[in-house]
């Protein structure tokens, strides 16, 4: 399907990155639905938020639920406006409208910069995911390379079809996946509780788990139902989740490749059915403590991603067990490859086509997109096959640290020019540092390893939060200040290439070009410098 998708919806050619980027700019709600719904619920999903309930309970796991309510109110708001703007200027990246709206290729290139380093992690556990499966399947040798095999081969084949197919191959392949894994939770959360004895004794066996004391800390295991201590923290995680999901490049990308605005809104109200979904995926993590599923990895050491891939092991007929497996390593590859072309977009145009070379064409663009898309799946592979699996987790909780400090210049500026470039600028390189020390700063107490968790306390209190909200508030604060100092000192601000008209533009309207139109002009004008 990956392959055969080069010539779904197109004319046969992928010789810009309208076409082979944005799948054409042209799917309607019905396919972006499924590309959505791709692209945000990944098989990291499908495997670390009931293995974060197994491990340690409601604030770790559940919280991702109502984040996953809260985040379609604020996309509704703003993501129209940004289909708008970028439609009507060519813009394929949010860093291209940054770069337009405050006239500066230096903040263009923070934003770029940023989303390439939070989404290459996000890739590779995509593939943590899918090993995960790989070695409850038993597949693979003693031996390095037999070890690593099937990874291989899987990558392989996402390169292949990404690099010939660009968006179009994870929009079609996302019905297969979606398709699947409704069907793997549908069967799941009927038969599994049969087997195991009711629901009472699943959340039964739950708690005593969690609400055990860890020897190794003197504390609770974990937390089956917050108190009042766990409040700020559940909160916070909560509602950073979802101001950060949308500012991720891949999630961009899928909203641009819709044909108009009212597709976006559209999307942002019936979104909210994977969120039944996944308010049930995470309760498989209760399942996995009342079935005693062994989470030992083939070094020894207990790995908790291992949960739910062991529970439909142990529990599942073995042809549906294939099933859900296949469900899972599907789920890897559809986002996996709207990740990369998201990156890759990233670097052509705000890298590539902003310092090297000004005057590439958009056939050009397109090359370069392509052979970066493949550069950073094999980053995402060194991660997972070179490096301590904790390395890759660590950077993915500086992933959603980091990509939400983007926030001020992406969302604010689509209401409000106010800010100044340099303010947004310094608001975010600050933040940046003081999430990624506090990030530092957490020590796993099991571990004794640092990036320990998400979560620390808010300076000069004692109550705990998302590390990412809390150097978002630090960005903003600088931000306000800086811009009021620097119009007072009359500062030149950039050169805002955007009009008014532009964020309520729709298909249709004048200046709304089609994609012939835009290959003709070679797409969006570099920002200034």
Known sequence: MGFMAARWRSAGHMESLDEWGLGGRGFGTFITWFLLGGDLYTAYTFV???AAMFATGAISGFFAVPYTIVVYPIIFI????????????????????VGGRYGSKALSLAVAVTGILATMPYIALQLVGMQAVFETMGLGGNNTLAKDLPLLIAFAVLAAYTYSSGLRAPAMIAFVKDGLIYLVIGVAIIYLPHELGGWHSIFGAAE??????????????????PGESGFSAYWTLALGSAMALFMYPHSVTAVLSTKNRNIVRRNAAILPAYSLLLGL??????MAIKANVNVKGLDGL????LAIPRLFDQEFPSWFAGIAFAAIAVGALVPAAIMSIAAANLFTRNIYRDFIKPAATPAQEAKVSKLASLLVKLGALVFVLA???????????LGGIWILQTFPAIVIGLFTKWFHRWALLTGWAVAMVFGTVEAYNVVNPATKKHFGGSLANIPFTDKQ?????????????IVVVLTIILRALKVPEGNDTTHPTDYLADRGDPGVKDLPELLDEGGASPAKS
């Open 48 to 50: 670390a938020v009931p």
């Open 78 to 97: 703003f993501m129209s406006r940004l289909w708008s703007v970028s439609h009507r200027n060519g813009y394929v990246t949010p860093a291209d409208f």
């Open 208 to 225: 005593d788990k969690l609400t055990a004391t860890n020897p190794a800390t003197g504390k609770p295991v974990g937390v089956f139902i």
């Open 281 to 286: 995926l995470a309760l498989l993590g209760f």
């Open 302 to 305: 207990a790995n908790p991603q």
């Open 387 to 397: 490096m301590d699996k904790t390395i890759a987790l660590n950077l993915q909780l």
């Open 465 to 477: 939060a998302y590390i990412a909200l809390t150097a978002f508030v630090l960005n903003l604060v």
